[in-house]
């Protein structure tokens, strides 16, 4: 954790970092372990999370609110599907990311309580459900959404675009 800090500037932002490593450590390896079922892989994926957790920690407002922890997990799922993808690729196996089983980001509690907008985002696939939740529940830019997914900004775009139409057609079969 101190090579974590010194790359960080203010006490504010250490203080800040320090309560999110704390905190998500343990559900981050746990998250990561559950996608690629290898310790040392799992604390790589873990590592690289928290490498880009500090690109962002400025716009992180509170380090123990839901918002956080979302994000959190959703960094490190990222995170571990592109790490077994890498692997993967140099194995030349190719899988697609619907083999893994993911679990989703933010699991509702009762579904009978829960309202239908959550019913219908609970359907999605989980990166649809993932850019839907940075950018509308947290309020990342797509720019940013592109830096902490890993991800191209044309390919957030689209995907943003994608995840929109399939909630809307989720919805309209809810309401029929």
Same mark, same amino acid.
């Given at each position: 954790?101190?090579?974590?800090?010194?790359?960080?500037?203010?006490?504010?932002?250490?203080?800040?970092?320090?309560?999110?490593?704390?905190?998500?450590?343990?559900?981050?390896?746990?998250?990561?372990?559950?996608?690629?079922?290898?310790?040392?892989?799992?604390?790589?994926?873990?590592?690289?999370?928290?490498?880009?957790?500090?690109?962002?920690?400025?716009?992180?407002?509170?380090?123990?609110?839901?918002?956080?922890?979302?994000?959190?997990?959703?960094?490190?799922?990222?995170?571990?599907?592109?790490?077994?993808?890498?692997?993967?690729?140099?194995?030349?196996?190719?899988?697609?990311?619907?083999?893994?089983?993911?679990? +989703?980001?933010? !699991? /509702?509690?009762?579904?009978?309580?829960? %309202?239908?907008?959550?019913?219908?985002?609970?359907?999605?696939? *989980? &990166?649809?459900?993932?850019?839907?939740?940075?950018?509308?529940?947290?309020?990342? +830019?797509?720019? !940013? /959404?592109?830096?902490?997914?890993?991800? %191209?900004?044309?390919?957030?775009?689209?995907?943003?675009?994608? *995840? &929109?139409?399939?909630?809307?057609?989720?919805?309209?079969?809810?309401?029929?």
């Amino acid at each position: 954790m101190l090579i974590y800090l010194q790359m960080l500037e203010t006490p504010e932002e250490k203080s800040k970092f320090e309560q999110i490593y704390l905190e998500y450590r343990n559900l981050m390896f746990y998250v990561s372990k559950g996608i690629l079922h290898n310790q040392q892989d799992a604390e790589d994926a873990v590592q690289e999370a928290f490498l880009k957790i500090i690109k962002i920690i400025d716009q992180i407002e509170d380090p123990k609110c839901p918002k956080t922890k979302n994000l959190t997990v959703m960094i490190v799922e990222r995170t571990a599907i592109d790490l077994w993808r890498r692997q993967k690729k140099l194995q030349r196996v190719s899988m697609e990311e619907d083999d893994l089983e993911l679990g +989703s980001v933010k !699991e /509702i509690e009762s579904v009978e309580h829960a %309202s239908t907008l959550a019913l219908a985002m609970a359907t999605l696939p *989980a &990166k649809y459900r993932e850019v839907l939740l940075l950018r509308y529940d947290n309020g990342f +830019s797509e720019a !940013e /959404i592109a830096n902490i997914l890993s991800m %191209s900004l044309a390919n957030v775009h689209k995907t943003i675009q994608r *995840a &929109k139409k399939k909630l809307e057609q989720t919805l309209e079969e809810q309401e029929g």
